[in-house]
């Protein structure tokens, strides 16, 4: 088999930059894992930057997102049982979106399948061969078969446990790592929103995110030990633990219904550099995490394959190699803003484990400062809303 790109992974950055590829004439294949099923049921990230949503609704795959998206225009801080608005779009000019991975998942496969797009699922033992050479081949199992498919260039778009940056050989990365001394426990709650914005509490207990999916489904999150077993975490206790770390003086009430799916994740800031050896460019998770608290993950996933995208469209037309060589570089400038802007929203709401008074009363001079100063809020509003796109 051969194709133009071999993408590996059907996350949103393999998926739109099939898509954007797509749109520019430029063939690839999509090989994934997963299940289409399962892939378009992974409940994660749910908030859009507007540069995220302008792309995709440019791009023709937009049309559920703007009819079912939830448009908002600030977000709360909430610590000492106060509330305090950060007015995103009075602060910006711009908005983000409320609109579930899992859905950006599906309208992308849809769109690509219905444009005759080759996306394999349930692709095993995918293996790269000759990355540093001209003609790179991608090797799998698919349906029974052993495939090897040849290519101009791979796309290592498969995650933080994808097989891609492996490929590259040893001492060529540099890898920067911090770990989060605690972990998101998030559920998912068949109830309605008790917020119309996202709600992000700092309290003495730790960190609290109410979140949404639609006008029926609540996401919520508790800053829990890393280790933490989900066995310990009832249904009960989640509620009662969300109700103590979201309460406010106001009266503010929690509405709770039935719990639908739980999950610990951990969180961490991690980062390789460079994003590219020789015919192998890697892309969103593969090259790079952040701590969820920024909402970054997703967004910064799509924004690396724009810039690819370009970059191949560029090389396929005019043959000239220079963005394609200043992908990694490009990505990093972005990449590493999102990681200063993720670990400072993190450090100002999280509680730690070493915490101590002086530490206590500097992250509460943080959270006064942001909702206090409107040269504050609006460093924040920028960051959260998202800095330009290519
Ligand atoms: C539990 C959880 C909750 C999250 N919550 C948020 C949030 O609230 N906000 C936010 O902004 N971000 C969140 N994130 C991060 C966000 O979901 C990711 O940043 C985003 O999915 C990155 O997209 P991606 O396409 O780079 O990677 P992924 O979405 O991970 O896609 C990679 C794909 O590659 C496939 N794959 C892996 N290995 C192979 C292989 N060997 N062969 C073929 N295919 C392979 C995988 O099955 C997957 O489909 C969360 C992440 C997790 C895990």
């Given at each position: 088999m051969r194709t133009q790109v071999a993408i590996v992974g059907a996350g949103p950055a393999g998926l739109v930059l099939s898509h954007l590829l797509h749109l520019r004439g430029i063939d690839s294949v999509v090989l994934e894992l997963r299940s289409r099923d399962y892939v378009e049921q992974r409940v994660r990230a749910g908030v859009l930057e507007q540069g995220t949503v302008e792309l995709l609704q440019a791009t023709g795959v937009g049309e559920r997102l703007g009819r079912q998206g939830m448009v908002h225009h600030g977000i709360e801080l909430r610590?000492?049982?106060?509330?305090?608005?950060?007015?995103?779009?009075?602060?910006?000019?711009?908005?983000?979106?409320?609109?579930?991975?899992?859905?950006?998942?599906?309208?992308?496969i849809r769109a690509r399948l219905e444009a005759g797009g080759t996306v394999l699922f349930e692709v095993e033992g995918v293996r790269l061969q000759g990355l540093a050479s001209d003609r790179p081949v991608v090797s799998y199992r698919h349906g029974g078969q052993d495939v090897e498919l040849a290519c101009d260039l791979v796309a290592g778009c498969d995650g933080y446990h994808g097989v891609?940056?492996?490929?590259?050989?040893?001492?060529?990365?540099?890898?920067?790592?911090?770990?989060?001394?605690?972990?998101?426990?998030?559920v998912l709650a068949a109830v309605a929103p008790s917020a119309e914005e996202i709600v992000y509490t700092s309290h003495q207990r730790g960190f609290a995110l109410h979140s949404m999916r639609s006008p029926e489904l609540t996401r919520l999150y508790l800053q829990v030990d890393p280790d933490e077993p989900i066995e310990r975490w009832p249904d009960e206790r989640i509620w009662e633990e969300l109700q103590t770390r979201l309460a406010t003086e106001d009266g503010w009430t929690l509405g709770e219904g039935p719990i639908l799916e739980k999950g610990v994740s951990a969180m961490r800031s991690f980062v390789v550099e460079p994003m590219q050896f020789g015919r192998l460019f890697l892309a969103g998770d593969a090259a790079h995490i952040v701590p969820a608290t920024g909402a970054k993950g997703m967004n910064l996933?799509?924004?690396d394959v724009q810039v690819l995208a370009e970059a191949l469209a560029t090389w396929y037309r005019t043959?000239?190699?220079?963005?394609?060589?200043?992908?990694?570089?490009?990505?990093?400038?972005?990449?590493?803003?999102?990681?200063?802007?993720?670990?400072?929203?993190?450090?100002?709401?999280?509680?730690?484990?070493?915490?101590?008074?002086?530490?206590?009363?500097?992250?509460?001079?943080?959270?006064?400062?942001?909702?206090?100063?409107?040269?504050?809020?609006?460093?924040?509003?920028?960051?959260?809303?998202?800095?330009?796109?290519?």
């Open positions: 610590f000492g049982g106060r509330r305090h608005r950060i007015p995103l779009t009075e602060l910006t000019g711009r908005s983000i979106t409320i609109y579930g991975q899992q859905e950006i998942v599906k309208d992308l891609c940056r492996d490929a590259i050989p040893a001492g060529t990365l540099t890898v920067y790592e911090r770990l989060y001394p605690f972990a998101w426990l998030g996933a799509i924004a043959g000239e190699d220079g963005l394609l060589g200043g992908y990694s570089a490009a990505c990093l400038r972005r990449v590493w803003r999102v990681q200063d802007f993720s670990a400072w929203m993190t450090g100002m709401l999280h509680r730690y484990p070493d915490d101590d008074g002086f530490q206590r009363r500097l992250r509460r001079a943080r959270l006064e400062y942001v909702a206090g100063s409107e040269a504050a809020a609006r460093s924040l509003a920028e960051n959260y809303v998202g800095l330009e796109r290519v």
